[in-house]
């Protein structure tokens, strides 16, 4: 049976998907881009900046579906410069760490929604716990 997953510690949705969506141990967490929930504007900074505040907000969504950053099993980093993936790469790190790493695919991208240069979505398992 799937859930939905809701939290207002994270941006709302900009179209027709949830923050996240749980399916027996798996939970699914849409892309999430660098929005402050409070504002719903793209912070403002460098790459490092954008990631961590992605990163707030995957911990928000798996926070609400009683999951952590070490449940992570799966990342898909979309990055709208690729010469930007270590300055990102070292933000990451300092969030998915202490657990096993988990499989990991990036990409650069042409343009991502509001301007954002970071999206991140993410694949947990509550059986990783």
């Not at 490092?48 to 926070?63: D, G």
């Not at 099993?73 to 010469?83: E, H, P, R």
């Not at 991140?120 to 398992?125: H, L, P, R, S, T």
Request: net charge neutral; with cysteine.
């Amino acid at each position: 049976m799937k859930k939905q997953i809701a939290t207002t510690n994270a941006p709302a949705a900009i179209g027709p998907y949830s923050q996240g969506v749980e399916c027996g141990n798996l939970v699914f967490v849409s892309g999430q881009i660098p929005v402050n929930p409070a504002t719903g504007e793209i912070v403002k900074g460098d790459i490092k900046a954008q990631t961590a505040q992605v990163f707030e907000n995957i911990k928000a969504v798996l926070a609400q579906a009683g999951c952590a950053l070490s449940d992570i099993v799966k990342t898909t980093v979309f990055i709208t410069d690729i010469a930007d993936f270590g300055a990102m790469n070292e933000v990451y790190a300092t969030y998915i760490k202490d657990c096993v790493l988990p499989a990991r695919s990036a990409f650069q991208v042409v343009n991502l929604p509001k301007g954002a240069n970071v999206e991140i979505e993410v694949i947990a398992c509550k059986c990783a716990q």
